[in-house]
């Protein structure tokens, strides 16, 4: 059997569907569904069970799961970048993860996690997962502290040779229309130009950026999965390793993608960005992905407008979103 924890979220269920493609369907799905519509992102797919995710762990602590187990992709946590209770992300993100990694590590079961590229912050040290920089890294929110304070125990506890730890970039694609205000903001401008016909970006408040020039690393949500799928299919690997392009990409040309795609002319307008963020705000994120590349994945990432293309026309543009 298999489990995936966050297995309603954006990434999981994308993780899910690819394993089902595989003909794989001896799933454990482990979430906590709540009162959003991310249930939806389960409809379409195949799975043993369902599990709560606070009654899983539960199990996993009174020896409740029935063996064979053979891998666990530990995709979920709160990936909200404004979350203030820093005492809910200690015990979500990082005391959640290091119970699950005890028992899978104890048990011989492969143990795939998220990690976040929040662990960077603005990248004083770059974005290399050479693991030996780990201790260098100042993340520049709590959801990104949460995320590194168990790279740190990973590696200092010595598992990092045993288990994967997954720095995923800015990913978007389907399945993330639950996601509220950490959407991806290509969805977000495909609902802008709906509504408004016009995006709305934050003027830069970094002299070394113009407006709308602030860089991030876009990768779409099937590449990541096709990366993660990567260190399922090769159990000899461990480590940290960066999920990205490798290629920043500014937010104009992003916005100008999904116009295009829209086949509408663009029309941005920048407006101030809210004080509360303007400290923690990332300007530039490009992964460093020759970590990957050494270690044998060889497939090349789509475009981001090839990306943009297929999210819009294929998934965005359709009666099952646009009717919620």
Not at 13 to 36: P, T
Not at 203 to 223: A, L, P, T
Request: hydrophobic letters at 40%; a negative charge.
């Amino acid at each position: 059997m298999i489990i995936v924890t966050g297995a309603a979220g954006f990434i999981g269920s994308a993780l899910i569907a690819a394993l089902n493609k595989r003909g794989i369907s001896d799933i454990l799905a482990v979430d906590q569904l709540g009162s959003d519509n991310r249930w939806k992102n389960l409809q379409n797919l195949s799975f043993a069970d369902y599990v709560e995710k606070d009654d899983f762990l539960q199990m996993v602590i009174e020896g409740r799961i029935c063996p064979p187990i053979d891998t666990i992709f530990h995709i979920g946590a709160c990936s909200s970048t404004t979350e203030t209770d820093a005492s809910f992300l200690m015990k979500n993100n990082y005391e959640y993860t290091k119970l699950l990694a005890q028992w899978a590590t104890s048990e011989k079961i492969r143990f795939i996690y998220a990690s976040s590229a929040a662990t960077y912050g603005n990248g004083p040290v770059g974005f290399s997962d050479d693991e030996n920089k780990i201790e260098d890294l100042r993340p520049l929110n709590m959801y990104g502290y949460s995320k590194q304070l168990f790279d740190l125990w990973a590696k200092r506890a010595g598992l990092l040779s045993k288990i994967i730890g997954l720095k995923y970039f800015n990913v978007f694609g389907p399945n993330e229309y639950h996601k509220a205000d950490m959407r991806s903001f290509i969805l977000k401008s495909f609902e802008q130009i709906n509504e408004t016909g016009k995006v709305k970006l934050f003027k830069s408040h970094n002299q070394q950026y113009s407006d709308g020039e602030y860089v991030r690393d876009f990768i779409y949500v099937k590449d990541a999965v096709d990366m993660t799928l990567f260190f399922f299919d090769h159990r000899e690997i461990g480590g940290v390793f960066n999920i990205g392009t490798g290629k920043a990409r500014n937010w104009n040309d992003l916005v100008k993608a999904v116009f295009a795609t829209m086949n509408k002319k663009p029309e941005i307008e920048y407006v101030e960005m809210p004080e509360s963020i303007r400290e923690q705000y990332q300007y530039y994120t490009q992964a460093d992905m020759a970590k990957l590349k050494n270690a044998g994945y060889e497939k090349e990432t789509i475009s981001l407008e090839e990306a943009v293309k297929d999210y819009v026309q294929n998934y965005l543009i359709s009666n099952e979103y646009l009717t919620g």
